[in-house]
């Protein structure tokens, strides 16, 4: 019985997303409160599995097909972690989109792919079967490539198809490590699994699908790409759902699943030591304030992949909770620099400054998200970076523990630059078209969108303070 709730989490929008279009040539307030709903229901599905996790009640339910074939979905603790945390940041990401996109052509399609994007989500983290979870994998690139799309320029439609064929292509190269799993074992299902040896090709094909769909180094370029799309689809890519696709099935295959080789608790951290310390330095010369932004989700993920293949439960607990700080976070970085594009009508950093003034709410939201991603006492993210590195460490590799802690110290030093030059620096943008007088008269965004940044900001230092019940949960994961 209780696992028909995590159907409904997965149907409900992936289904009731194809009923948007057609709400929405009737009624544009009923479409957007639909969808609004749509991605409330896998929140309340996921927040009901959080209670049998706590309460050992299990959900799960699995459908068997032709030829001995079968597929399910379990709420197990990591799928609940995910499942909450997507759901959650997506819902805020959909209330801010009613101020944000209400203007533009598309928007049918938009609320339809962003729902669909949340559902497939869903079905990933639920999947009990390999199959499904590329089946679900795959829904999410086509919704990635749509939403990138959505201006239908051309600089946004190259974009959007270099980001479809490089998570496309890494999928089915994780396609093939799976049919070499079955030919090994005999099933898709992960449950029949649990503690298989996996050889090496094996892993390293399976590995290329995740960092390809993690934007990790040297397979991250479509990521800063993608930031052409409308913030609140940049925020739904870099925050919410799409990154974290790609470390939830690191945590799932290669940590509660498969049995692999040693050399990859090397090989992992330093792929992940490599890809931070260069997006952390491509930061620092970026003035796009959302490319910035881009540099780094994919350096702070990073700082995920290195806790969950350090090989130590402080560092997979912290890499697990980092996670949810990072989703928070980003979520609400990407959201202010949605509210201040739409303002200026330009992401050039050097042609802004002085707008906390102007924008104190939005202001205060960016600055309580970047403390959290910047590690600063008492946000989430403090906590989760020293969890990590000191995972690292204790696994023997002092190394890579005082690389990871020079990236964090130019996580600083680059979101610092970004904020003084948005929010405090001097005014550089006076134009012909924009005057120094029209600039004067830039004020917050929409209620909605500096409602949903605030809701962010507030959560990224609230997580922090009252970190107890996400640690239970991630310390849960590790068993």
């Not at 090994?184 to 590995?207: C, K, R, S, Y």
């Not at 993690?214 to 925050?239: E, I, K, M, N």
């Not at 796009?288 to 607990?317: H, M, N, P, W």
């Not at 030059?421 to 909605?448: D, M, Q, R």
């Amino acid at each position: 019985m209780y696992g028909w709730i995590l159907v409904i989490g997965i149907l409900t929008p992936l289904l009731g997303a194809l009923l948007l279009p057609v709400i929405g040539k009737y009624n544009v307030k009923l479409r957007n409160r639909t969808a609004f709903a749509l991605v409330a229901v896998s929140f309340v599905c996921a927040a009901a599995a959080l209670f049998g996790v706590f309460g050992d009640k299990l959900f799960s339910i699995r459908f068997a097909l032709p030829l001995g074939l079968s597929f399910g979905f379990r709420a197990d603790a990591l799928a609940v972690f995910m499942a909450l945390t997507a759901s959650f940041v997506s819902m805020i990401i959909v209330l801010y989109s009613y101020g944000y996109i209400h203007h533009y052509e598309n928007q049918n399609e938009y609320y339809m792919m962003v729902v669909v994007f949340v559902g497939a989500m869903m079905g990933i983290v639920y999947s009990t079967n390999l199959i499904a979870l590329y089946v679900f994998w795959e829904i999410s690139s086509l919704c990635c490539w749509r939403l990138i799309g959505f201006y239908r320029q051309e600089i946004t439609i190259r974009r959007a198809n270099k980001t479809f064929l490089v998570t496309v292509l890494g999928a089915l190269i994780m396609l093939v490590g799976f049919f070499g799993i079955y030919g090994q074992t005999g099933t898709f299902e992960l449950m029949a699994m649990n503690g298989v040896h996996i050889p090496d090709w094996t892993v390293a094909l399976i590995l290329f699908g995740i960092l390809s769909k993690s934007a990790t180094f040297p397979l991250h370029s479509w990521l800063p790409d993608a930031g052409v799309a409308p913030s609140p689809v940049t925020s739904l890519l870099h925050a919410a759902v799409l990154v974290k696709i790609g470390v939830f099935a690191y945590a799932r295959l290669f940590i509660l699943t498969f049995d692999v080789s040693k050399s990859f608790q090397t090989i992992v951290p330093t792929i992940a030591a490599v890809s931070a310390l260069y997006c952390a330095g491509v930061a620092f010369k970026e003035n796009d304030i959302k490319r910035v932004l881009a540099y780094s989700t994919i350096s702070q993920l990073s700082f995920i992949l290195l806790g969950l293949s350090c090989g130590e439960k402080i560092g997979i607990v912290g890499g697990l909770l980092y996670i949810l700080a990072h989703s928070t976070a980003k979520a609400g970085l990407f959201l202010c620099a949605g509210i201040v594009e739409h303002s200026l009508h330009t992401k050039d950093m050097r042609k802004m400054g002085g707008l906390a003034k102007q924008m104190p709410l939005t202001a205060l939201a960016f600055a309580f998200c970047m403390f959290s991603i910047m590690g600063i006492p008492p946000f989430l993210g403090f906590f989760t970076k020293h969890m990590v590195i000191e995972g690292i460490i204790e696994n023997g590799n002092v190394l890579l523990g005082a690389l990871f802690i020079l990236c964090a110290v130019m996580t600083v030093l680059y979101l610092v630059r970004l904020y003084i030059k948005v929010f405090f620096g001097p005014l550089n943008f006076p134009t012909e078209t924009f005057t120094a007088e029209a600039f004067a008269k830039v004020k917050e965004g929409s209620k909605i969108m500096v409602v949903s940044v605030m809701i962010l900001g507030i959560a990224s230092l609230a997580l922090g303070i009252f970190s107890y019940l996400p640690s239970q949960l991630a310390s849960m994961i590790w068993g």
